[in-house]
Structure formats: structure tokens, C-alpha cells
Nanobody, 120 residues
Framework: QVQLVESGGGLVQAGGSCRLSCTASGRMLRVNRMAWYRQAPGNQRELVAARTLDGIANYADSVQGRFTISRDNAKNTVYLQMNSLKPEDTAVYYC??????????????WGQGTEVTVSS
């Protein structure tokens, strides 16, 4: 079993910054793609940013230039540095990881979510 544990988040003023962390642990061979999604009230969950094991990153247009996704592969940890936050960034942020299991399967796991609220 693999667990994703998130940290960070909270209440931030517009224009401020916040950093989220997510660590994958458990029985697995490798963590491939790691990503952050978010879901605002009444909206569908959407991709914010993703990063592959070899460092290729992609971002939603709405966060391009403001958010940075990074990884520490040795620690199976992904970070999301969020700068110039806007009220519309308010959402529950979920960590997502594609893991190569001991059985050789690629399974996808989700964190429990961490709330980010941006006040205007």
C-alpha cells in the first residue's frame, strides 16, 4: 500500500505565497509522474501542475508563471510553490502520484487534500 501525505496550505492573503509538500511512502518500486490537482467548491477537479520523474513539468494556463512544481526524487516528495496568489486559487489541493508497484503495475494514488484559501 502506498500513502501520500500532504502538508502546507492554509489562509493566505492575495499576492502572497504558499508552499505545499507531498511525500509518497510505502511498498513501491518507483514514483513516476507526480502532480497537483485542485478542486474549488462547485467545480470539477482540475490539473494544476505535473512533473515526470525525468523533470518534465507542465502547468495549467491559469497558474503558469506563478506556480512552480519541483521534486526531490530521493525523498519521493513533490512540492508546489505558489506565488502571487489570487482569490480564484482558493481550493482544496490534492497530490497525485503514478507509482510503479512491486507487482509491476502502474497505480495512481491520491492524497487526502489540503485546503488553500486566498483572501482578497
Amino acid at each position: 500500500q502506498v500513502q501520500l501525505v500532504e502538508s502546507g496550505g492554509g489562509l493566505v492573503q492575495a499576492g502572497g505565497s504558499c508552499r505545499l509538500s507531498c511525500t509518497a511512502s510505502g511498498r513501491m518500486l518507483r514514483v513516476n509522474r507526480m502532480a497537483w490537482y485542485r478542486q474549488a467548491p462547485g467545480n470539477q477537479r482540475e490539473l494544476v501542475a505535473a512533473r515526470t520523474l525525468d523533470g518534465i513539468a507542465n502547468y495549467a494556463d491559469s497558474v503558469q508563471g506563478r506556480f512552480t512544481i519541483s521534486r526531490d526524487n530521493a525523498k519521493n516528495t513533490v512540492y508546489l510553490q505558489m506565488n502571487s496568489l489570487k482569490p480564484e486559487d482558493t481550493a482544496v489541493y490534492y497530490c497525485n502520484a503514478a507509482v510503479l508497484t512491486l507487482a509491476g503495475r502502474s497505480d495512481v494514488y491520491w492524497g487526502q487534500g489540503t485546503e488553500v484559501t486566498v483572501s482578497s
